[in-house]
């Protein structure tokens, strides 16, 4: 049975940056990482639909330890994945990477202080241990996306396609596409498909934010050539967290203030007369959702030279040619793309134990976003929803490296968050309206009413309380493997 000092699971943006923070602070501590399927890359190796892109600037978007160097900071799916797998090759992460390996179960040991771990190989399950479990998985569904059952479906005669899953011989030439969704993978759909589909149709229930931003930002590219890719890069990514941080307190604050703005900027972008309020007036507040981007206006550029068009409306059933909606009027279309979004999976769908009893993930809580109460020697990634996910997978890299180097320092083997404090009351881990987040947020960890439980959606607030903090704060829990099931005395 092989042993690592640390096993992180997941070879996608997260499980690189992991790789990259462990080995720069401990280059003797032995890793390795599991990667269920047979390539690097996660999300941006999975998708594959026409136009895949980043929906925030690769400034932040972008590891902290390494800068991004191309003009477009709104980078294609394909540039992307060059960029996570090159910093993969360059660090020689590529080289501690287990592909087709999927991790099944964990078991925790208290008496030897250590994870077993049961991970799928072919057709066979082999067994691994490790001092510290670190999971990199993402929080959605990598086998299959989210698609309602439509009324009448099997009746249509076209093809239908969830771009998670987009057919690598699909040719859409001439044809009539409908895409139904109206969330950033339909906003990047609709204008990508103009270029060869007779037309495309948004078709969507409700109105998405929508704003227009350049692809390339100019104040990046300019501190560029002044003080080259290091000395920029750190400033352009302040800049930006900056901005979009201003951006996402005013939403809260003044929404009626950004709704009026958003819908003015819509308004200058689409033909005169358009009727903006039915297709790109939300009944939600900004940020109750995370907000759309169109790259350059393409969205709107679409529109207005008339390749695109948006239809609010209901689903009624499909028909043998197309969709018939509530309204009564029916789409014509060849090819339905279901952009209806992602299915949540907890921890990629490991099941969890602790000293023999199963963790009901539902009933643990979140320390500070990355850790699991009762859950020794254990840390995931979960990003921002109002802001780049890398941000915070960069920061819990980070405290990761600072909690196993307090391990290191003071003897200890194991690290466990507890929550004894009776006044904190439980919250939903993603305080956010999305449906691909209601549907599923109830099989998650809990939240808390206050730190350090609550799950920080501040990159400036979590810089402080991650990077600088104290990790024997009180809630954080050490032990040596002697006494690792006694109680563990508090920090004076």
Known sequence: ??????????????????????????????????????????????????????????????????PWTMAKAIADGPAILDYVRDTARKAGIDRRIRFGHRAVRAEWSSRHARWTVE?????????????????????????????????????????????????????????RVVVIGSGATAVTLVPAMTDRAAHVTMLQRSPTYVAARPSEDPIANRLRRLLGNRGAYPL????????????????????????????KAATRQLPPGYDVDTHFAPRYQPWDQRLCL?????????????????????????????????????????????????RLLALGGMRLSVDGRDVTLSETMAYKGMM????????????YTNASWTLKADLVGEYVVRLLRYLDAHGY????????????????????????????????????????????????????NLRYGRVNDGAMCFSRRSTAREAVPRPA
């Not at 479990?133 to 005669?157: M, V």
């Not at 699991?372 to 990003?383: D, K, R, W, Y």
């Not at 929550?419 to 919250?427: F, G, I």
């Open 1 to 66: 049975m092989e042993h690592v000092d640390v096993l992180i699971i997941g070879a996608g943006l997260s499980g690189v940056g992991a790789a990259y923070h462990l080995q720069s602070a401990f280059p003797r501590r032995g890793y390795a990482i599991l990667e269920a399927r047979d390539a690097i890359g996660g999300t941006w190796d999975l998708f594959r639909y026409p136009g895949v892109r980043s929906d925030s600037d690769m400034h932040t978007l972008g590891y902290r330890f390494r």
């Open 119 to 175: 991970v799928a190989r072919g057709g066979e399950t082999v067994l691994m241990t490790a001092h510290f479990l670190y999971l990199c998985t993402g929080y959605y569904h990598y086998d299959a996306g989210y698609r309602p059952d439509f009324p009448g479906i099997g009746r249509f005669i076209g093809s239908v396609v969830h771009p998670q899953h987009w057919p690598a011989d699909l040719d859409y030439t001439g044809k």
């Open 236 to 263: 352009t990514r302040w800049k930006n967290v900056l901005f979009g941080t201003v951006f996402y307190e005013l939403s809260r604050r003044r929404p009626h203030l950004v709704k009026g703005l958003l819908r």
């Open 294 to 342: 169109a790259p350059d206006g393409d969205l709107f550029s679409a529109i207005r030279a008339g390749r695109a068009s948006v239809r609010t409306d209901e689903i009624a059933e499909f028909t043998e040619t197309g969709v018939r909606l509530r309204s009564g009027a029916e789409l014509d279309a060849d090819i339905v793309v279901t952009a209806t979004g992602l």
């Open 372 to 383: 699991l109460s009762g859950v020794p020697n254990f840390a995931f990634t979960i990003g």
């Open 413 to 464: 083997d194991q690290c466990v968050p507890h929550n004894d404090d009776p006044t904190v009351t439980e919250t939903p881990l993603l305080d956010f309206q999305a449906g691909y987040i209601l549907r599923a947020i109830d099989e998650f960890p809990r939240a808390g009413s206050r730190a350090p439980w609550r799950l920080g959606m501040s990159y400036a607030h979590d810089v402080v």
